[in-house]
């Protein structure tokens, strides 16, 4: 863990109980008077408190002092992803957080199921876990559009992620991409597509969704 996530991080004194409390002191195993680590996910800066007092349930935390410590690729990459089944959506999460991608947009193409649904507070969870373990300062955002056409609506200037496109290169300027789900984009959606940079991956292989986006994170961004 490289540090702990506390929403109220940056406080003078601040509480803390539930799971943050049973990770720190049950599988951690601090003790009073130690020093840990804190971040909020909303600046930079990392904070450094002392642990002041521990009961059965909780501890409180002093502050001790900061340190503007940025932990951010200098890549930034936004990914439109048409949203596939949510298990995966979980699974692939933590990779994207990792490697730096800024933002997800959860995009209902025509082939996604809308039975899907999203549940954001429940994705931040998992990558504040995530941003715990591999440092990340900053979290990443997260949102849902509800159709391709409102995702190029909103994002005009994003690539698309198609069969037939162009070899996706390694050092492309592109800062917005709209990856597929399972079953790539209907012909209708395709309409949409003209007069846009469109890329392919350079391989005989048929990728999964989300095979797809953690290549195209890892060359654009690694």
């Known amino acids: ?12 004194d601040i509480t803390i109980e539930g799971e943050p409390y049973r990770y720190l002191f049950k ?6 008077s130690e020093r840990i680590a804190l971040r909020n996910l909303q600046n930079d800066y990392l904070y450094f408190y002392r642990i002041d007092q521990v009961s059965r349930r909780e501890a409180e935390l002093v502050l001790l002092d900061k340190e503007e410590r940025v932990v951010m690729p200098e890549k930034f990459l936004h990914i439109g992803w048409c949203v ?5 959506i979980e699974k692939t999460l933590p990779m994207l957080n990792e490697l730096g991608v800024a933002k997800i947009s959860f995009v209902y193409c025509d082939r996604s199921q809308k039975n899907f649904k999203i549940d ?9 876990n995530s941003s715990q ?20 609506e909103t994002y005009p200037q994003s690539a698309i992620l198609d069969f037939g496109g162009a070899p996706f290169p390694c050092k492309t300027a592109i ?14 959606e395709r309409k949409n597509f003209e007069n ?23 060359r654009r961004i690694l």
């Open 175 to 188: 800062s917005s991409i709209l990856i597929g789900c399972e079953g790539g984009f209907s012909e209708a």
């Open 1 to 12: 863990m490289q540090f702990l996530y506390h929403p109220d991080a940056g406080l003078p």
């Open 27 to 32: 599988v951690r195993r601090h003790k009073e």
């Open 84 to 88: 596939v089944d949510i298990k995966t």
């Open 120 to 128: 954001l507070e429940r994705l931040k969870r998992i990558l504040v």
């Open 196 to 218: 846009r940079t469109i890329y392919g991956i350079d391989t005989p292989l048929i990728l999964r969704s989300e095979s797809a986006a953690i290549g195209v994170a890892s």
């Open 133 to 152: 373990q591999c440092g990340r300062s900053r979290l990443m955002a997260l949102e849902t559009v509800e159709s391709t056409e409102k995702y190029l």
